[in-house]
Structures are given as C-alpha cells and as structure tokens.
C-alpha cells in the first residue's frame, strides 16, 4: 500500500482555471505538508498542517490554500491559475512536526 | 535558508562506498541532522538523521564530527539506483511543523 499518495499524477490546464490536488497519507501522521519544485528543481515548502495550526509559507500566494477534511487528508486548491504555477507538488506527512517527513509520488502540473 | 553546504555534484563507481561530505557550522546543540534523497521524478525519501552519534540503517551510515559542524553520509556500495539528489538538513529536534528546507543538495552520479 503507498503510504502517501497523490492524484492526479499529472495535471494540464488553461491559465485562470481553478483546480485542486489531492494527498492521502496511511501511515496514521497528525502533520502534512505541500511542496512546490519549480523548474530549477528547488523544493520549498508551501504549507504544513495538523490538527492545531495551519503555518503558511509567507511567498506562497493567497490563490493557493490547503483544505483538510480529516486527518489523512490535505488537498490543495489553486485558484486562477498562472504561468508560473508550473511545478511538480509534493504533498507529504509526519507523525509531530520534527519528525521523519513521508513524501508522495508528486503531481506534475502544467499551465497553459 | 538552507544552513548547510554541499558540493553540487559528485561522481562515484559502481560497488564502491560513495561519500557524501556535508558543512553545517552553525548548527545549534537541539539541531538533528537529516539527510533525504530525490531519485529522477520521485518525491524526496528519507535516508537517515543523527544528533551527535554516529549512526547505521539498511540505507546508509552517518558520520557526524566530534564538533557537529559536519556529517558524511556514506553508502557502502553504491548502485546504480543510487543515482539521485542527495539533500542534507539541519532541523531541530522538537521544531514546529514548519517543514524541511532543502538547499541545493549534491547530485550524486554513479558510474558502471
């Protein structure tokens, strides 16, 4: 079973659109987060959330935001899609906040 | 911002240990060190961490100096599904759930 797992896999969409990216984690973890690797393959974090506290990366723009469900869950919506918005997303989970952090397969996006 | 340097990329042989060489001379006494990796198209995978003890798992061995401003992490025999981008984290040891911060890691290219 994939412990963290992301759909869809691969993404292509028109500039404006809105869309969203899905993370589930099995593993039983209180922390997820979202990553964003850009073209120039640098991984920054965008969000981490558990049950307490949503810490949200300062650069990340209010378009994106995280919405949990329940506690496997963190999905991320994008609203108004830009170019720039082109970037592999990498959802993953961690049991407490300084923990080993479990990534997902990532999600190739591509806007249009 | 990334506190630790790697050289961008190294080169090893197939069978031999590959060594990886990290500096982090500002870390502080309740800092870990983590090291992850990210093979072509994959999320990032955890391979080890230490606090000041040197320490072994299936994957790899840590190295950490007496003085903790720099770690090794040492593959014994390299394969070719080796070959990926190996990152090394300072993070603290009960830090909020504020995510890992990836520099530019070393890309490690194992040679048949």
């Known amino acids: 079973d994939t412990a963290v797992s992301q759909t869809p896999k691969y993404l292509v969409t028109q500039m404006g659109n809105d869309k969203s990216i899905k993370c589930e984690q099995n593993?039983?973890?209180?922390?997820m987060y979202w990553y964003k690797q850009d073209s120039k393959k640098f991984l920054k974090i965008m969000f981490s959330?558990?049950?307490?506290?949503?810490?949200i990366n300062e650069t990340v723009p209010n378009r994106f935001s995280p919405k949990s469900p329940d506690k496997a869950h963190l999905n991320l919506h994008i609203n108004s899609l830009e170019l720039g918005d082109s970037a592999v997303y990498f959802c993953?989970?961690?049991?407490?906040?300084?923990?080993?952090?479990?990534f997902g397969p990532g999600t190739r996006l591509l806007v249009l | 911002d990334a506190k630790t340097t790697q050289p961008p990329s190294m080169d090893c042989a197939e069978g031999r240990a590959a060594n990886l060489p990290c500096n982090h001379s500002?870390?502080?006494?309740?800092?870990?060190v983590y090291w992850y990796r990210q093979i072509h198209s994959q999320g990032p995978q955890y391979i080890i961490h230490?606090?000041?003890n040197n320490e072994t798992n299936e994957m790899a061995s840590l190295i950490i100096t007496e003085d903790r401003k720099s770690s090794t992490l040492i593959l014994p025999h390299a394969t070719l599904r080796d070959t990926a981008v190996y990152y090394c984290?300072?993070?603290?040891?009960?830090?909020?759930?504020?995510?890992?911060?990836f520099g530019k890691g070393t890309h490690l290219i194992i040679q048949p």
């Open positions: 993953a989970s961690s049991q407490g906040g300084a923990e080993t952090q479990y």
């Open positions: 230490g606090l000041k």
């Open positions: 500002t870390i502080s006494g309740n800092e870990y």
């Open positions: 959330y558990n049950n307490k506290e949503l810490i």
């Open positions: 984290i300072v993070r603290p040891m009960r830090g909020g759930a504020d995510g890992l911060t």
């Open positions: 593993l039983g973890h209180d922390t």
